[in-house]
């Protein structure tokens, strides 16, 4: 019998494709304004198990673009507050919520568990480049989200391979330390688009970043819908 929160997916996607997503387990790790989009995204499409993966906290300034951060949550572990959200809109759906930064120490901890697919939205560089060495090692799929940061055309994201993108400072240093590692092919989600001088905030860069980028609701949570396509088309065979 059809699942009537799914109905709407099923006549689009087909039921072989559904029961294929319900027994899919899937990594989110960064649950910021391109995370935690993606990862509700999987959940309202039918993803039967999520792991989601951040070491930050919701904060005030969080409000202006990432779906957990509400009022009630400000202060809250975001792993925590995306599980309390997805628990309301999916009860049947599996979470594993994680406080903790992905990075080489953390490695063998992260991957105990065996994951269909891994969506990386991680901010920074390093743990990014090992999280998707690793992830190739153990050819589990994995895309990641490329700069979205002091961009305001959600026009122009689009899914590629990381040797296609452009314009994004990002893209270009991933690119090359990819090649490095001898990875010169890797789905990614970017945008052309250069980034656009942004007047000076009062916040604090958090740790490992120069600076805080300027950023408004529709190109994070656009790039993470996107992932959220990419992920949902490859895990449901179409």
């Known amino acids: 019998m059809m699942n009537e929160q799914f109905?709407?997916?099923?006549?689009?996607?087909?039921?072989?494709?559904?029961?294929?997503?319900?027994n899919s387990h899937v990594a989110v790790l960064g649950l910021g304004g391109?995370?935690?989009?993606?990862a509700e995204a999987l959940c309202r499409s039918g993803v039967g198990e999520l792991t989601l993966a951040d070491?930050?906290?919701?904060?005030?300034?969080?409000?202006?673009r990432q779906c957990a951060a509400l009022r009630?949550?400000?202060?809250?572990?975001?792993?925590r507050a995306t599980a309390l959200r997805l628990s309301?809109?999916?009860?049947?759906?599996?979470?594993?919520?994680?406080?903790?930064?992905?990075?080489?120490?953390?490695?063998?901890?992260?991957?105990?568990a065996k994951y269909d697919y891994i969506v990386d939205a991680i901010d920074l560089v390093s743990c990014k480049l090992d999280l998707i060495e690793t992830a190739r090692q153990r050819a589990i799929p994995i895309i990641s989200a490329l700069g979205t940061g002091n961009k305001r055309d959600a026009q122009q994201l689009r899914i590629a391979d990381i040797s296609e993108t452009q314009g994004c400072p990002l893209a270009r240093v991933v690119r090359k330390e990819l090649r490095k590692r001898g990875i010169p092919r890797h789905k990614v989600v970017f945008s052309p688009e250069l980034?656009?001088?942004?007047?000076?905030?009062?916040e604090a860069p958090p740790p490992g970043r120069r600076s805080v980028p300027a950023s408004a609701m529709w190109v994070p949570a656009?790039?993470?819908?996107?992932?959220?396509?990419?992920?949902?088309?490859?895990l449901a065979a179409l």
């Not at 070491?55 to 202006?64: A, F, I, K, M, Y």
């Not at 656009?222 to 490859?234: C, N, R």
């Open 222 to 234: 656009a790039a993470g819908l996107l992932m959220a396509q990419a992920v949902i088309l490859d």
């Open 7 to 22: 109905i709407r997916t099923q006549m689009l996607l087909g039921a072989p494709a559904m029961e294929r997503l319900k």
């Open 55 to 64: 070491q930050d906290t919701v904060s005030v300034s969080n409000l202006n």
């Open 88 to 112: 309301d809109i999916n009860p049947d759906c599996i979470l594993h919520p994680l406080v903790l930064r992905y990075e080489p120490d953390s490695r063998e901890d992260f991957f105990q």
């Open 195 to 202: 980034p656009r001088s942004a007047e000076e905030g009062d």
């Open 34 to 38: 391109v995370g935690g989009w993606c």
């Open 72 to 79: 009630s949550t400000v202060g809250m572990e975001k792993a």
